[in-house]
């Protein structure tokens, strides 16, 4: 998988040399490149913001120095539904989920857009739109200062589910939200350690038993901390999802 990443703070990810997604790099799994914005500028003081049209508190992203540095990312040959997916991180956004993580982890090719300030200039937004798919996405229901810290938990949640990412396979299923539940507590040695014991039913050997246990303790806990996974209701029509697969 190819990634672009555009940024007014390209050091910010100098830490993806680390770590698995290092290794992915290394393996020639994952390709990463990260733009500054800062280099599409034109202008002495390498401006990337300007006061609102309307008025409003804080600045907005210029459309000039994404408009350059987007068309040496995108291919002008792509059409616009084939190519990559230009993801731009925003609290406006749809919300990542391990389902989405899922989805984008199958693309060839990301192009994630940090804003910095009260936004980007819109016709950033649909001028892309005109020749690549675009999606706004958001990490959650609060707010960070820009894209960066959004598109790190992005790109590691992606690049963990590129086959040959992750050494085990494994490991990725039995995981929180794989199942649309949270993930069953976990011991490892000594069985006991300053009075508190694993539970026994996980050193009997009984692999039936130890599965039906841990089962119970995700829907324990998914109840208790995460309700709101469990068939959630419509908002609109009180209609049930379809319940989280067993
Ligand atoms: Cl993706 N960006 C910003 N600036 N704030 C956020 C976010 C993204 N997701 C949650 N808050």
């Known amino acids: 998988m ?16 680390i770590s698995l997604l290092g290794k992915a790099r290394q393996a020639g799994i994952i ?7 800062r280099d599409a500028t034109t202008d002495r003081h390498r401006t990337v913001d300007d006061t609102p049209y309307g ?3 804080g600045m907005v992203m210029k459309p000039e120095p994404w408009g350059e540095v987007l068309d040496g990312i995108l291919d002008a040959d792509d059409e616009p539904d084939a190519g990559p997916l230009v993801i731009f991180p925003s609290p406006a956004g749809e919300v990542f989920t391990q389902a989405m993580a899922r989805e984008l982890a199958t693309e060839s090719h990301l192009v994630f857009g940090c804003g910095r300030y009260e936004g980007i200039d819109q016709r950033v937004f649909d001028h892309t739109a005109t020749r690549a798919r675009v999606r706004l996405v958001s990490l ?29 396979p494994h490991s990725l299923v ?7 539940l949270l993930e069953a507590p976990s011991y490892t040695k000594p069985a006991s350690w300053r009075g508190l014991d694993v539970p026994p039913i996980l050193l009997s050997g ?4 130890i599965a ?9 806990r998914t109840r208790r901390v995460r309700p709101d996974l469990l068939a959630p209701a419509d908002e609109k029509t009180g209609e049930k999802k379809e319940s989280p697969s067993t």
Do not use: C, K
């Open 2 to 17: 190819r990634i672009d990443i555009v940024t007014i703070f390209p050091e910010f990810f100098d830490v993806l040399d």
């Open 31 to 37: 390709e990463l490149g990260v733009h500054n914005l």
């Open 55 to 57: 008025g409003g508190a």
């Open 140 to 168: 959650g229901d609060y707010v960070l200062n820009g894209g960066e810290v959004a598109v790190m938990a992005m790109v590691e949640a992606i690049g963990r589910l590129i086959p040959g990412v992750v050494g085990n």
């Open 174 to 180: 039995e995981e929180s939200h794989e199942d649309g």
């Open 206 to 209: 009984n692999h039936g038993a």
């Open 212 to 220: 039906a246990w841990r089962r119970d303790a995700q829907l324990e």
